[in-house]
């Protein structure tokens, strides 16, 4: 047998072992026991969050766009995904999850080095084993679609070449190091005792603050804010919102490793968290005197999925449906006052939604952690000190990411330039970029 990986723990973090993010480090030397069920669920769970690239978000962000643009936001998704697994392989799982020290990992597992049939590691339960294989799929899939989530800001008007080479330099430099302070135990943000059950500062606030940046650094579309550049399709959207929910159980409900009573609690927090959103952010709409609408149900979806995904199995049931509840008002604020603010053409509102809910996540699973509060903490649980903790992780992400992204877009745009021409995008990317239509007339 080869030598098995492990779930880490620190004496400080015990009693939210259960709470605390996947990750995996070296074990002690014990009788393996692999339960079929446990990895039954996980490969499950991976197979949902591959759907939740392919093809939600891409058909979720498809929807959103104008039809001239269609194809390009899919063959971006698909591209991106398909990219992404590969640098996972070769150095991406090493980097995240081989040791080092406390910002990135090491080579040790280059070109998944030592990991095969027999490779094993532990979850959150001393005596049960998962293959490594299962765990390089399942956080494979995880950094894939935080790659993804990023096309939706600079959506419609950024060259297809640019925009694959940011996402190497980007998961190289961003998604990589804060992945590992994150979620290895060797990590500077595990070390601290920073909760993430399942990326709102891995995922959701790095690929925001990446996508805000871009949306920046590449400019507005033509016409943006002077006429409607409208979806072309909600229908898709829609489809594309229940794909995301959906494949969520498994981006949240796995991160528990095993089929036990935390992946149950992930999976209800996951349904209720988002069903309270979704009513959440109609009530908002109707407060401020708009009509219900499916954008904004599709919004509201998503960002109650963003602000549970921290906190899935550490908070009680109440304590995601208030955070839920919660959410939806800030993110409504997040794409519409914030982002006249920060007067950025975020085109599908990946940093309104993505980053501002996973802010608003990030931090809230501190307060509802807490015992008092329904959550998983120990009985000593200190809200205000996991509170700076929480927000010590969040800053460290937003400064991380915004810093790894600015460089990255200024050196693609120095070699190859970010944006197309003004007569490409005006005809459309389906047809300048790609040569191909979405729809036949």
Same mark, same amino acid.
């Given at each position: 047998? @080869? ?39 996980? +490969?499950?769970?991976?197979?949902? %969050? ?19 643009? !269609?194809? *390009?936001? +899919? ?22 999850? *081989? ?25 959150? *339960? ?19 679609? *935080? ?7 600079? =959506?419609?008007? @950024? ?18 190091? %804060? ?58 959207? @829609? ?6 929910? %959906? ?8 991160? =528990? ?14 349904? !209720? ?52 509840? +919660? ?45 008092? +509060? ?8 200190? !809200? ?58």
């Amino acid at each position: 047998m @080869m030598k098995p990986f492990s779930s880490p723990r620190l004496a400080a973090l015990a009693a939210l072992a259960l709470a605390a993010a996947p990750a995996l480090a070296q074990s002690p030397a014990a009788e393996a026991t692999v339960n079929k069920g446990d990895v039954a669920w996980l +490969l499950t769970s991976t197979l949902l %969050v591959i759907m939740m690239s392919l093809p939600g978000i891409a058909l979720f962000y498809g929807g959103l766009a104008r039809s001239k643009n !269609m194809l *390009s936001v +899919l063959v971006q998704v698909f591209t991106v995904f398909s990219l992404v697994c590969l640098l996972w392989a070769v150095y991406g799982y090493s980097l995240a999850f *081989s040791g080092g020290g406390a910002i990135y990992g090491d080579f040790a597992k280059l070109f998944l080095s030592g990991v095969g049939v027999d490779s094993l590691g532990d979850t959150f *339960s001393p005596d049960a084993k998962i293959p490594e294989l299962a765990f390089v799929a399942f956080q494979c899939s995880f950094a894939a679609i *935080s790659c993804a989530i990023i096309v939706g800001s600079f =959506a419609e008007r @950024m060259r297809f070449a640019a925009v694959l080479a940011f996402i190497v330099l980007w998961f190289t430099f961003s998604y990589l190091p %804060v992945a590992h302070m994150v979620w290895s135990g060797n990590g500077y943000l595990f070390g601290k005792g920073a909760l993430d059950f399942a990326g709102g500062t891995v995922v959701h606030i790095n690929a925001g603050v990446a996508g805000l940046v871009g949306a920046w650094l590449v400019g507005k579309r033509l016409g943006y804010g002077r006429e409607a550049l409208m979806p072309h399709s909600l229908t898709l959207t @829609m489809v594309g919102a229940a794909l995301l929910w %959906v494949g969520w159980f498994g981006f949240n409900g796995g991160s =528990a490793l095993e089929a036990n009573g935390v992946a149950a609690m992930a999976f209800v927090n996951t349904l !209720m968290a988002t069903a309270a959103a979704v009513l959440s952010w109609l009530l908002t709409e109707a407060v401020l005197g708009r009509k219900p609408s499916m954008l904004g149900a599709a919004s509201g979806a998503v960002a109650g999925l963003v602000v549970i995904t921290p906190a899935a199995g550490s908070v009680g049931v109440m304590g995601g449906i208030v955070m839920g509840l +919660l959410v939806s008002p800030i993110c409504f604020w997040g794409v519409t006052g914030l982002k006249r603010l920060l007067k950025a053409d975020d085109a599908f509102d990946a940093f309104g939604v993505h980053g501002v809910g996973g802010i608003v996540g990030a931090l809230l699973v501190g307060v509802f952690t807490a015992p008092s +509060l329904g959550g998983s903490g120990a009985a000593d649980y200190d !809200m205000l000190h996991q509170l700076w903790v929480q927000a010590e992780g969040v800053l460290i992400t937003l400064a991380w990411s915004g810093v790894v992204s600015f460089i990255a877009y200024k050196l693609i745009d120095m070699v190859i330039g970010l944006r197309v021409t003004e007569e490409d995008e005006r005809q459309g990317l389906d047809i300048t970029s790609h040569g191909e239509s979405a729809y036949t007339r």
